[in-house]
């Protein structure tokens, strides 16, 4: 399994668990980035950065990912991508997108886009907090013990 991280807007915290999880486990963990992101000094965890524009670190992701890999990321249409090729995709808050549940995600955004460009205002998600980072280590450490037994 790899670890791959769609690092623009992945929370600092939960970095750092990425970070101490890919070390603990000698797993290869990669950040991918339009911006520098700094990586503690590792032999599995690197940093790649790509092109700006407009999905084209996600597109990165999707064309690097392979069945069993993992993906962390808030964007639900890069975690479709993901499933729909054979990985585990984990957004920062703990959410686990399946197979089973992707397509509901899925719907559930484009309502959301569909209702602000109405005008219709939805509310933003509350900042990440300590419960948040905790739910997302647990979800991370119930995928990689799976992976660990395979």
């Known amino acids: ?18 970070f101490k999880a890919a070390e603990r486990l000698a ?38 990912v392979t069945e069993g890999d993992l993906v962390i990321t808030a964007d639900i249409p890069l975690a479709a991508d ?18 089973e549940n992707i397509k509901d995600y899925l719907q559930r955004r484009n309502r959301a886009e569909e209702m602000r460009a109405a005008g219709v205002v939805g509310s933003s998600p509350a900042a990440l907090d300590k419960k948040d980072v905790q739910a997302f280590a647990n979800a991370l450490d119930r995928i990689l013990a799976r992976s660990v037994k395979r």
């Open 82 to 99: 993901v499933v729909t090729k054979g990985g585990t995709a984990l957004n920062p808050r703990g959410t686990h997108y399946t197979p």
């Open 27 to 64: 797993m290869p963990l990669t950040l991918v980035a339009n911006q520098y992101i700094a990586t503690p000094p590792s032999r599995v965890i690197k940093s790649v950065q790509v092109a700006q524009g407009f999905d084209v670190a996600d597109n990165a992701i999707v064309e690097c």
């Open 1 to 18: 399994m790899h670890i791959w991280v769609d690092a623009d807007a992945c929370p600092k915290a939960i970095k750092q668990v990425l």
